[in-house]
């Protein structure tokens, strides 16, 4: 159980496109996803929390126009870069909380996308 | 605020022998705290969990850690170590105001020779 995906997993575009990046819970409702962002070997960064049915809690720093977040139902939240440049080419992870996870605080990580802008 | 220290950016321990992964956090409340592992380009596993309790938790393959709230660590520990475990290991705390974040340390990969 508790098996969060994410699609693509690999994405190359070019310079000044968007693309959007997926993730989905698929065996439970989840009220709260975060996405993340990792450099090649560092740690992730938490870019914003997505709470379904209301606007995403950016962190400071992270552009909102640039990276776009929906969270339209209990199971998918995207994740578009619009306007991508190569600073953005990273590896970007969702992460999802049950719903009924209660005070565990629990969050399970999806697979990842790379991103390649180019 | 929360933070999230891991001594060592790299481990390397041989096939069988004691792995030994540290962690210290900062927590203003009772912390909740995790230990995930990272293989390359994949996403984080959840190795185990420490939220109230019993201070010795026991995870998956082998793993566990134990809370020690006067030394305010949670560190890592495997009996031995197989080649199998080779990967990056991040400790992560959450509670407080914020207390659906999870804030990250840096990182530990661990390598394992024969």
């Known amino acids: 159980g508790a098996v969060v995906s994410q699609h693509p997993s690999r994405v190359i575009c070019k310079s000044g496109t968007s693309v959007k990046i997926e993730c989905r819970s698929l065996?439970?409702?989840?009220?709260?996803m975060f996405w993340y962002r990792q450099f090649p070997k560092q740690s992730l960064m938490l870019m914003a929390t997505?709470?379904?049915?209301?606007?995403?809690?950016?962190e400071q720093g992270v552009e909102k126009d640039k990276f776009l977040i929906n969270h339209a139902s209990l199971t998918l939240s995207t994740l578009t870069v619009t306007s991508a440049h190569p600073e953005d080419s990273s590896f970007y992870i969702c992460?999802?909380?049950?719903?009924?996870?209660?005070?565990?605080?629990?969050?399970?990580f999806g697979p990842g996308t790379r991103l390649t802008v180019t | 605020a929360q933070s999230v220290t891991q001594l060592g950016s790299h481990v390397s321990v041989s096939e069988g022998a004691l792995v030994l992964l540290r962690c210290n956090y900062s927590?203003?409340?009772?912390?909740?705290l995790f230990w995930y592992v990272q293989y390359p380009n994949q996403g984080l596993q959840l190795l185990l969990k420490y939220t109230t309790g019993a201070t010795l938790v026991k995870g998956i393959n082998g793993f566990e850690a134990e809370f020690k709230k006067s030394e305010t660590s949670f560190h890592l520990t495997k009996p031995s170590a197989h080649m199998s475990d080779a990967a990056e290991y991040f400790c992560?705390?959450?509670?407080?105001?914020?207390?659906?974040?999870?804030?990250f340390g840096t990182g530990t990969r661990l390598l394992v020779s024969p």
């Open positions: 992560a705390v959450s509670g407080g105001t914020g207390f659906q974040k999870l804030v």
């Open positions: 927590s203003s409340v009772p912390p909740y």
């Open positions: 997505s709470n379904e049915g209301s606007k995403a809690t950016y």
């Open positions: 992460s999802a909380r049950d719903l009924l996870a209660g005070a565990s605080y629990e969050q399970y």
């Open positions: 065996d439970f409702q989840a009220t709260t």
